[in-house]
């Protein structure tokens, strides 16, 4: 996660790592070879024991639904840049995956809190960047992912805090 000063505006962008990418096709190359042989067992099982295995048949075929979630969901992963306009008092957030989706642009007042807290994403512990609007809703910014180290060896608690001092907005960090 990194930040881009405009003339009035900053921007705070949000991309996977090129390792992180290349886990995201090994883990779905995977879970396909997966899907393939739960797949191949249960239409093995209906073929010479229809009648006494069917319940195996479906349990197998359940599991490579399963996998097949498994796997694709870990290839939707989206990048995200949110632009702060500091002229009009604005927020958007793009986020760019399969589809690209955009939300806003929203005033700074509709904006409950600019935080970070520790959880999980993309399966894995870490330091989430958070925006929370005052109708309820919480838009994610990005992630870092942070194993099992503190969540001070993050740097998206100082970029954010870095945000919030040029904004006005309010937010804290949360463990």
């Known amino acids: 996660m990194h930040l881009e000063h405009d003339e009035g505006s900053i921007t ?3 991309e996977r790592s090129p390792n992180q990418r290349a886990m995201a096709a090994l883990h779905a190359l995977l879970m396909g070879g997966l899907v393939c042989l739960l797949l191949f067992g ?4 209906l073929v010479t024991a229809p009648a006494t295995r069917g319940g195996t048949a479906l349990f197998l075929a359940a599991c490579a639904a399963f996998a097949a979630w498994n796997g694709a969901t870990s290839l939707l992963e989206a990048d ?3 632009v702060f306009d500091l002229k009009a008092r604005t927020v958007s957030v793009t986020e760019t995956s399969i ?8 005033s700074f007042d509709e904006v409950a809190g600019l935080s970070t807290r520790v959880g999980f994403a993309s399966n894995h512990r870490s330091v989430i960047a958070e925006l929370i609007l005052t109708n309820g809703d919480t838009w994610r910014l990005g992630y870092e992912l942070i194993w099992l180290k503190p969540s001070s ?5 100082a970029l954010i ?4 001092k040029a904004t006005g907005l309010r937010g804290q960090h949360s463990e």
């Open 161 to 164: 805090k870095r945000v919030r």
């Open 80 to 82: 995200y840049a949110t």
């Open 153 to 157: 060896s993050s740097d998206i608690p």
């Open 12 to 14: 705070l962008c949000f």
């Open 99 to 106: 589809m690209t989706r955009r939300r806003g642009p929203i």
């Open 42 to 45: 249960a239409i093995h099982l």
